[in-house]
C-alpha cells in the first residue's frame, strides 16, 4: 500500500504530459521586436580547427553585418589560418575569396604572428588582404579596450536545424 501513492504520482504525471501533448502551443506565439541597432564594433575571435568551419564565421559575419553598424574585425589564431597560405589557395579558394570579399566591404582580417610562425608561416606566406599583427589574444584586448565588442563565433551553424528534429517537416521535405 505505501507504494500506492507513488504510483498515483506517476500517474498524474503521465495524465498531464498526455493532456499537453494535444497542445502544440501551450505559450501562444513569439513576439516580434524587429528594432534597429547603433553602430557597435566588435572584434571576433577565431580559433578554428578545420578551415571549412570559416564557412561558417562567413555566414555568421554577413548576417550581423546587415542589421548592426560598425567596423568589423576578425583575429585569426587557430590551425585555419593555412587556408589564408597562398600555398593552399587552391585547396581553400571558396572560402578564401568569400573572405577576401568581406575585406573588400570593410571587414579587417588580422592574423596572429605567433600562431603564423607556430604553423610554419612567414608573412609573406599570407593572402595580401590579411594583417599580421603581433599576438592574437593581445590584439583583442587591444581593440576591446577601443570599445570593441568581443564575439566568439562558434562553428555551428543553424540552416536546416528544424530538421534534426522533424524531418518530415515540410521544408525538409524539399531539401533532400
Known sequence: MKSLPACLAVCAMALSAVAHAGNLEPYGTAKKDMHPYPAINRVYDVNY????????????????????????????????????????????????DEMAGLA???????????????????????????????????????????GYRYINPLPTPVKDSRCLDNPKARVCRHRR
Open 49 to 96: 580547427y578545420k578551415p571549412q568551419e570559416l564557412n561558417a564565421l562567413y555566414h555568421f559575419i554577413v548576417n550581423v553585418n546587415k542589421v548592426v553598424p560598425g567596423k568589423t574585425v576578425v583575429v585569426l589564431h587557430g590551425a585555419e589560418i593555412r587556408a589564408f597560405a597562398k600555398e593552399n589557395y587552391v585547396k581553400y579558394q571558396p572560402i578564401v
Open 104 to 146: 573588400r566591404h570593410g571587414v579587417e582580417f588580422r592574423m596572429c604572428n605567433n600562431a603564423m610562425h607556430a604553423a610554419g608561416f612567414r608573412a609573406r606566406d599570407i593572402d595580401g588582404f590579411i594583417t599580421v599583427i603581433p599576438a592574437g589574444f593581445a590584439e583583442i584586448i587591444y581593440l576591446e579596450s577601443k
